[in-house]
């Protein structure tokens, strides 16, 4: 019987020693392994990392070039707004005529010789709002949030962190709804006043900024716009369009196509108000917002800038 034992006890152990021997073989040949097949997909990530990067500065670079090519032919002649390009969907409006279009004679007159950037984003707050935020705090840049009205405690903090980090806090009405927004002139006036008193007692600040519900030049109003824009003016409200449209109303563009609409449509204007959205589907947005504000700085004589009382209003529509 311990003889027995005994046998057991040794076919254990060589059992054990080989499961052992086994394991300090195999282990690290699957670490091996696994390292190899994650090397594999960061090289290839880092690769197609690079061929986009090199596709981006190349396509900037002559974009650049073209603008600032249609920029030296135009002069002197006055700048007029870029005609936008993203349809009605979540704030963008339909491309307005020609008659429509008001010339920057102004703008080209007073000059001082920088171009302003104003970087502004449509409908928010939503759940990419802190990471626009973070990302233009990263680079130091100030920003436009024209908002709507969302009462959910959730959201109480992000109005406040937009005026607390020093950007601008602005209307895009309350609902948002055209139907409601541009019913009749008084339905206007109860969305607009709803959200002035909706963000000051949200943040203590009295909105002067509105931004219309698919621009000034939208075919959706019931309202004659320039009725709308009268009211605004005897409210001492300031309403502003966009002359650069990022596109990324569409929910099919890409990152690098918005970047490249941003870049080579600013190089046209003294005063460039490009059109984003805050919103949780828009994430090519959030990917593209660093690479513009890159290109930006690189820009000569070229600065970020909140919209404010005193900016040049940019609008699709004459007064």
Request: proline content about 3%.
């Given at each position: 019987?311990?003889?027995?034992?005994?046998?057991?006890?040794?076919?254990?152990?060589?059992?054990?020693?080989?499961?052992?021997?086994?394991?300090?073989?195999?282990?690290?040949?699957?670490?091996?392994?696994?390292?190899?097949?994650?090397?594999?997909?960061?090289?290839?990530?880092?690769?197609?990392?690079?061929?986009?990067?090199?596709?981006?500065?190349?396509?900037?670079?002559?974009?650049?070039?073209?603008?600032?090519?249609?920029?030296?032919?135009?002069?002197?002649?006055?700048?007029?707004?870029?005609?936008?390009?993203?349809?009605?969907?979540?704030?963008?409006?339909?491309?307005?005529?020609?008659?429509?279009?008001?010339?920057?004679?102004?703008?080209?007159e007073e000059w001082d010789g920088i171009r302003?950037?104003?970087?502004?984003?449509?409908?928010?707050?939503?759940?990419?709002?802190?990471?626009?935020?973070?990302?233009?705090?990263?680079?130091?840049?100030?920003?436009?949030?024209?908002?709507?009205?969302?009462?959910?405690?959730?959201?109480?903090?992000?109005?406040?962190?937009?005026?607390?980090?020093?950007?601008?806090?602005?209307?895009?009405?309350?609902?948002?709804?055209?139907?409601?927004?541009?019913?009749?002139?008084?339905?206007?006036?109860?969305?607009?006043?709803?959200?002035?008193?909706?963000?000051?007692?949200?943040?203590?600040?009295?909105?002067?900024?509105?931004?219309?519900?698919?621009?000034?030049?939208?075919?959706?109003?019931?309202?004659?716009?320039?009725?709308?824009?009268?009211?605004?003016?005897?409210?001492?409200?300031?309403?502003?369009?966009?002359?650069?449209?990022?596109?990324?109303?569409?929910?099919?563009?890409?990152?690098?196509?918005?970047?490249?609409?941003?870049?080579?449509?600013?190089?046209?204007?003294?005063?460039a108000v490009v059109l984003m959205h805050d919103?949780?589907?828009?994430?090519?947005?959030?990917?593209?917002?660093p690479m513009i504000i890159e290109a930006v700085?690189?820009?000569?004589?070229?600065?970020?800038?909140?919209?404010?009382?005193?900016?040049?209003?940019?609008?699709?529509?004459?007064?």
């Open positions: 019987m311990e003889q027995e034992a005994r046998k057991k006890r040794v076919l254990f152990l060589r059992k054990l020693i080989l499961f052992s021997v086994g394991m300090a073989v195999l282990v690290p040949v699957m670490i091996s392994l696994l390292l190899a097949m994650r090397y594999d997909r960061a090289m290839d990530a880092l690769n197609k990392s690079r061929e986009e990067l090199t596709w981006y500065k190349n396509h900037f670079d002559a974009r650049q070039a073209e603008a600032e090519t249609a920029v030296a032919e135009a002069e002197p002649a006055a700048e007029q707004p870029a005609v936008p390009e993203g349809g009605m969907g979540n704030g963008a409006a339909e491309a307005p005529s020609a008659e429509e279009e008001q010339a920057d004679a102004d703008e080209e302003r950037v104003y970087l502004t984003f449509d409908d928010g707050p939503s759940a990419s709002t802190d990471q626009i935020l973070s990302t233009l705090s990263d680079y130091g840049v100030k920003a436009t949030f024209f908002v709507t009205g969302k009462p959910d405690k959730r959201y109480a903090q992000l109005y406040n962190r937009i005026v607390e980090e020093g950007h601008t806090l602005a209307m895009h009405s309350y609902s948002h709804r055209y139907s409601s927004v541009y019913e009749s002139l008084d339905s206007f006036q109860t969305d607009l006043h709803k959200l002035q008193n909706f963000l000051y007692d949200t943040t203590g600040v009295w909105c002067k900024i509105y931004r219309f519900p698919g621009g000034s030049s939208n075919k959706a109003s019931s309202v004659d716009m320039q009725e709308l824009i009268d009211y605004l003016g005897r409210e001492n409200i300031r309403y502003f369009d966009w002359n650069v449209d990022s596109g990324d109303a569409s929910g099919s563009i890409g990152t690098w196509q918005i970047a490249d609409n941003v870049i080579r449509g600013i190089p046209r204007f003294h005063n919103a949780q589907e828009k994430r090519t947005t959030l990917e593209a917002l700085q690189e820009m000569d004589n070229t600065v970020f800038a909140p919209i404010d009382e005193d900016t040049f209003a940019v609008h699709h529509t004459v007064n």
